[in-house]
């Protein structure tokens, strides 16, 4: 049975689901029905195709891939003829047992399940008469050699059907029957591998046994041993599975290769497949890779192993980090980071990299660096604690290798020397190439990480999603399960693994744990970061994926705890919060204790345009929370920045901050006067692709009125009374960097916006004029939701609104003691 949810269509035949994944996703990697198929054994005919017939639904319709279709009739009639040899033996639910049997006795047209059943010496004639009929059947897995399957080293329909067949038999036969099955003709037909069980402390490592060439056929043997103390050294591969080499854009669908595991034919993936060979040395090597040791078609074993992942990469000697074969000037931009690397201590380092390193010559080194940095291994959901958790780590492209410490040196070097403003140099290079200075920061978030756990600081199950939210998985239940081994027990916890389940239900059950352990309402901003990928759940449950890369408003990490910032919008009071079910639902309601406090009145405007802010999202409100413009021009300046200096470990923000914003924000008006002219025209190209993010907030902000003035008025209050010294620039103040990073990082997808009450804020660029700023209990920043005609609200996002982030809104409802009238219950949909 296959649900859709984006389509709201229910199918339940095997072959209608096969063509409609077909039809609704060609390009998702697989293909079921491969136009360039040899057409092995689809011409197959039952010898039991007289006395059953079940035609696939779509085949009385005018069948899409008949050929396929006929062989599924052909297959089943096979099967369905002996299945009277399992049928006593299946596992039914015993809750409803009695009615499915019932159900499929009808089907069948029998009086009684008791009839489903054969014993004795006409079972023995029936499993002669069942090998009989599949002789011609495993005739034709023989005819390609290379792989398990019809056409060899690739799977299509017509394998999984039969493969359906087997698995039932697998599951169902009892077991001395099964093993003389196995047996049968060769044993073609069940020549998969069958792995041994794991106790749960245990985990396989393979043999990587060694060959005469880099192409000569992979082989590898499996053997079990302790998680925490294992018998052997070895290497945890880490690698991404790929359906597209990197650099071959041409290639359709997955593309597998063939290994021996112990002594059985099995497909794996061609990128892993290529990793293995890259790293296969003239001796036995013993390694960890995932498709290989553990059982992908056994959930249960699945659930167990994903706990153990924080052990089996921390214990390995060394994680290889394999980002795929050599392409796009891969080569050039290894051996550049080596070289970098190792004069990385050099006095004339710097120097070399700031000048002759960005001449044109190297252009095509920086586009290679550009493109290594691009390549899928990065966004991996699972990379993250594979490196993170790793003692030592070895990056491999091609036949080039790279130490993790080799890498961090390089980038400390490229940080420091890459800014366009230092010389013409960087400059140009920046414009040929389209690169930025933060090229590399997929390696520099990922070191980061990892010396902060090597410092021993812990990682909360919400720091972990945080850290870790611009990352991508195949399966949606990894955004969580893929995470588990950096926050220790935390999140194993809160959201056992069960690939069974389906992920809406994963992150609902997550969410609901976490709020009901923690008594903490934080959780659900992080829904308000996120595309809303899947429409039909309620605002307030985040799906764990890729967000926007935007950073939250408060610290995760316990390292900064109790340095900063240390919001507590809801003056520390603990959640009060029910959901309205039990399972995940459209309308499930998050109802929680929480005070209205205040409503949107004005939103800064798209930064690109020069026009100001439209009449609609205009302020209209003439109050001023801050007493002076004075007063309002220093909130202003904590505003933009959430009121943090967020350079390296996030701390209060320094003085120096306001006056360097003023002149800042003057010197931008007076550079873009030319472009005020034509207010109906947006800002040229070259503009805003080099325009900071203190840029794009300042464009974003400046037409905006606080308490009937505009913003610039607030400013040019704020620039005369701290006497600033206007014959220097701001970008040449030491801290110019970390206000223009902090503002970048706080603004970016954030607009302000101005409040009835005359306070300045900033929240989500979708917020609008009318919502509502609310501080719920349990939530350590004031939340922005939108009044719904049915009642309730639906959530926005968090938002930074200067003079309500400490609880002083908290302390004015519940010290003079009129909480019952103000705070109330908050229906978030």
């Given at each position: 049975?296959?649900?859709?949810?984006?389509?709201?269509?229910?199918?339940?035949?095997?072959?209608?689901?096969?063509?409609?994944?077909?039809?609704?996703?060609?390009?998702?990697g697989g293909c079921l029905f491969p136009k360039d198929s040899k057409g092995t054994g689809l011409d197959y005919e039952s010898?039991?195709?007289?006395?059953?017939?079940?035609?696939?639904?779509?085949?009385?319709?005018?069948?899409?891939?008949?050929?396929?279709?006929?062989?599924?009739?052909?297959?089943?009639?096979?099967?369905?003829?002996?299945?009277?040899?399992?049928?006593?033996?299946?596992?039914?639910?015993?809750?409803?047992?009695?009615?499915?049997?019932?159900?499929?006795?009808?089907?069948?047209?029998?009086?009684?399940?008791?009839?489903?059943?054969?014993?004795?010496?006409?079972?023995?004639?029936?499993?002669?008469?069942?090998?009989?009929?599949?002789?011609?059947?495993?005739?034709?897995?023989?005819?390609?050699?290379?792989?398990?399957?019809?056409?060899?080293?690739?799977?299509?329909?017509?394998?999984?059907?039969?493969?359906?067949?087997?698995?039932?038999?697998?599951?169902?036969?009892?077991?001395?029957?099964?093993?003389?099955?196995?047996?049968?003709?060769?044993?073609?037909?069940?020549?998969?591998?069958?792995?041994?069980?794991?106790?749960?402390?245990?985990?396989?490592?393979?043999?990587?046994?060694?060959?005469?060439?880099?192409?000569?056929?992979?082989?590898?043997?499996?053997?079990?041993?302790?998680?925490?103390?294992?018998?052997?050294?070895?290497?945890?591969?880490?690698?991404?599975?790929?359906?597209?080499?990197?650099?071959?854009?041409?290639?359709?669908?997955?593309?597998?290769?063939?290994?021996?595991?112990?002594?059985?034919?099995?497909?794996?993936?061609?990128?892993?497949?290529?990793?293995?060979?890259?790293?296969?040395?003239?001796?036995?090597?013993?390694?960890?890779?995932?498709?290989?040791?553990i059982d992908q078609s056994n959930t249960a074993e699945r659930n167990v192993q994903v706990t153990l992942m924080r052990q089996?990469?921390?214990?390995?000697?060394?994680?290889?980090?394999?980002?795929?074969?050599?392409?796009?000037?891969?080569?050039?931009?290894?051996?550049?980071?080596?070289?970098?690397?190792?004069?990385?201590?050099?006095?004339?380092?710097?120097?070399?990299?700031?000048?002759?390193?960005?001449?044109?010559?190297?252009?095509?080194?920086?586009?290679?660096?550009?493109?290594?940095?691009?390549?899928?291994?990065?966004?991996?959901?699972?990379?993250?604690?594979?490196?993170?958790?790793?003692?030592?780590?070895?990056?491999?492209?091609?036949?080039?290798?790279?130490?993790?410490?080799?890498?961090?040196?390089?980038?400390?070097?490229?940080?420091?020397?890459?800014?366009?403003?230092?010389?013409?140099?960087?400059?140009?290079?920046?414009?040929?190439?389209?690169?930025?200075?933060?090229?590399?920061?997929?390696?520099?978030?990922?070191?980061?990480?990892?010396?902060?756990?090597?410092?021993?600081?812990?990682?909360?199950?919400?720091?972990?999603?945080?850290?870790?939210?611009?990352?991508?998985?195949?399966?949606?239940?990894?955004?969580?399960?893929?995470?588990?081994?950096?926050?220790?027990?935390?999140?194993?916890?809160?959201?056992?693994?069960?690939?069974?389940?389906?992920?809406?239900?994963?992150?609902?059950?997550?969410?609901?744990?976490?709020?009901?352990?923690?008594?903490?309402?934080?959780?659900?901003?992080?829904?308000?970061?996120?595309?809303?990928?899947?429409?039909?759940?309620?605002?307030?449950?985040?799906?764990?994926?890729?967000?926007?890369?935007?950073?939250?408003?408060?610290?995760?990490?316990?390292?900064d705890k109790g340095q900063w910032p240390f919001f507590e919008a809801s003056g520390g009071a603990g959640a009060v919060a029910?959901?309205?079910?039990?399972?995940?639902?459209?309308?499930?309601?998050?109802?929680?204790?929480?005070?209205?406090?205040?409503?949107?009145?004005?939103?800064?405007?798209?930064?690109?345009?020069?026009?100001?802010?439209?009449?609609?999202?205009?302020?209209?409100?003439?109050?001023?929370?801050?007493?002076?413009?004075?007063?309002?021009?220093?909130?202003?300046?904590?505003?933009?920045?959430?009121?943090?200096?967020?350079?390296?470990?996030?701390?209060?923000?320094?003085?120096?901050?306001?006056?360097?914003?003023?002149?800042?924000?003057?010197?931008?008006?007076?550079?873009?006067?030319?472009?005020?002219?034509?207010?109906?025209?947006?800002?040229?190209?070259?503009?805003?692709?080099?325009?900071?993010?203190?840029?794009?907030?300042?464009?974003?902000?400046?037409?905006?009125?606080?308490?009937?003035?505009?913003?610039?008025?607030?400013?040019?209050?704020?620039?005369?009374?701290?006497?600033?010294?206007?014959?220097?620039?701001?970008?040449?103040?030491?801290?110019?960097?970390?206000?223009?990073?902090?503002?970048?990082?706080?603004?970016?997808?954030?607009?302000?916006?101005?409040?009835?009450?005359?306070?300045?804020?900033?929240?989500?660029?979708?917020?609008?004029?009318?919502?509502?700023?609310?501080?719920?209990?349990?939530?350590?920043?004031?939340?922005?939701?939108?009044?719904?005609?049915?009642?309730?609200?639906?959530?926005?996002?968090?938002?930074?609104?200067?003079?309500?982030?400490?609880?002083?809104?908290?302390?004015?409802?519940?010290?003079?003691?009129?909480?019952?009238?103000?705070?109330?219950?908050?229906?978030?949909?």
């Amino acid at each position: 049975m296959l649900q859709d949810p984006s389509s709201n269509k229910i199918i339940g035949d095997s072959f209608d689901i096969a063509n409609y994944l077909e039809d609704t996703f060609p390009d998702s990697g697989g293909c079921l029905f491969p136009k360039d198929s040899k057409g092995t054994g689809l011409d197959y005919e039952s010898p039991n195709k007289d006395t059953m017939f079940f035609a696939p639904l779509t085949l009385n319709e005018g069948a899409k891939n008949e050929a396929y279709a006929k062989f599924n009739t052909h297959v089943d009639a096979t099967f369905s003829a002996h299945v009277i040899l399992v049928s006593q033996y299946m596992p039914f639910n015993p809750e409803t047992a009695e009615a499915v049997k019932a159900q499929m006795c009808k089907r069948a047209h029998l009086e009684s399940w008791d009839s489903v059943s054969i014993q004795g010496e006409a079972r023995e004639q029936l499993k002669v008469a069942f090998k009989a009929a599949l002789k011609s059947l495993a005739d034709f897995f023989v005819v390609n050699e290379g792989g398990p399957f019809l056409e060899g080293e690739k799977a299509n329909y017509a394998d999984l059907i039969v493969g359906g067949w087997l698995n039932m038999l697998a599951k169902c036969m009892p077991k001395e029957e099964w093993e003389d099955f196995k047996e049968w003709h060769g044993g073609i037909m069940s020549s998969q591998l069958e792995y041994r069980p794991l106790a749960d402390d245990e985990f396989r490592l393979l043999t990587l046994l060694p060959a005469a060439s880099l192409s000569a056929p992979l082989r590898v043997q499996i053997f079990h041993s302790n998680v925490c103390t294992p018998q052997e050294s070895y290497a945890a591969l880490s690698y991404t599975w790929a359906s597209k080499l990197e650099g071959n854009d041409d290639s359709n669908g997955e593309v597998f290769e063939s290994v021996d595991i112990d002594g059985h034919k099995t497909s794996l993936h061609q990128n892993l497949a290529m990793a293995l060979r890259s790293i296969r040395l003239e001796v036995p090597q013993c390694i960890w890779a995932d498709a290989i040791c553990i059982d992908q078609s056994n959930t249960a074993e699945r659930n167990v192993q994903v706990t153990l992942m924080r052990q089996i990469f921390s214990n390995a000697t060394s994680v290889l980090a394999w980002l795929g074969p050599a392409a796009e000037g891969s080569d050039l931009a290894m051996n550049f980071l080596a070289h970098l690397a190792r004069h990385s201590r050099k006095e004339h380092i710097g120097a070399w990299l700031g000048n002759e390193g960005m001449h044109p010559c190297y252009y095509s080194t920086w586009e290679g660096l550009r493109a290594l940095m691009a390549r899928n291994w990065w966004k991996r959901a699972w990379i993250v604690q594979e490196f993170a958790l790793a003692q030592n780590v070895i990056f491999i492209c091609g036949n080039h290798r790279l130490s993790a410490d080799d890498l961090e040196a390089a980038d400390r070097l490229i940080f420091m020397e890459f800014t366009p403003s230092k010389n013409e140099r960087v400059t140009a290079l920046v414009k040929a190439v389209d690169i930025n200075p933060r090229v590399l920061d997929p390696a520099r978030n990922l070191i980061s990480l990892r010396r902060r756990l090597q410092k021993g600081e812990t990682l909360s199950a919400l720091a972990t999603l945080q850290m870790t939210r611009l990352t991508e998985a195949s399966d949606p239940r990894d955004h969580l399960f893929a995470k588990i081994g950096l926050s220790g027990r935390e999140l194993v916890d809160l959201c056992p693994p069960d690939y069974d389940a389906e992920p809406e239900n994963i992150w609902f059950t997550f969410l609901s744990e976490y709020i009901k352990q923690k008594r903490d309402l934080y959780v659900i901003c992080m829904a308000g970061m996120q595309p809303r990928t899947y429409s039909h759940l309620p605002s307030w449950l985040p799906d764990w994926g890729p967000s926007k890369p935007q950073y939250m408003l408060c610290s995760l990490f316990t390292g900064d705890k109790g340095q900063w910032p240390f919001f507590e919008a809801s003056g520390g009071a603990g959640a009060v919060a029910t959901i309205s079910s039990k399972r995940i639902q459209a309308d499930t309601v998050l109802r929680c204790l929480g005070v209205v406090v205040d409503t949107v009145d004005g939103v800064a405007g798209d930064p690109w345009w020069t026009e100001r802010p439209s009449s609609l999202r205009q302020s209209r409100c003439e109050k001023n929370a801050y007493g002076t413009e004075a007063g309002a021009f220093e909130a202003l300046c904590r505003t933009v920045t959430a009121n943090t200096n967020r350079m390296d470990s996030w701390s209060a923000p320094p003085t120096e901050f306001k006056t360097i914003f003023a002149k800042r924000w003057q010197e931008l008006r007076t550079s873009t006067a030319a472009y005020e002219l034509d207010p109906q025209q947006p800002l040229p190209l070259p503009f805003y692709a080099r325009a900071s993010g203190f840029e794009r907030a300042w464009r974003s902000m400046r037409g905006l009125k606080f308490d009937g003035v505009d913003l610039q008025q607030l400013v040019e209050t704020g620039l005369a009374a701290e006497q600033y010294d206007h014959s220097t620039s701001a970008s040449s103040n030491p801290l110019w960097t970390a206000l223009e990073h902090s503002a970048g990082q706080a603004c970016f997808e954030r607009f302000v916006f101005t409040t009835s009450g005359g306070y300045l804020g900033i929240g989500s660029s979708t917020t609008e004029p009318g919502d509502k700023v609310v501080i719920l209990l349990g939530c350590k920043v004031p939340v922005v939701l939108r009044p719904l005609d049915q009642g309730g609200y639906k959530l926005i996002g968090e938002s930074y609104v200067d003079g309500m982030m400490y609880g002083e809104m908290m302390m004015e409802e519940v010290g003079q003691g009129i909480s019952s009238t103000s705070i109330e219950y908050v229906d978030i949909l």
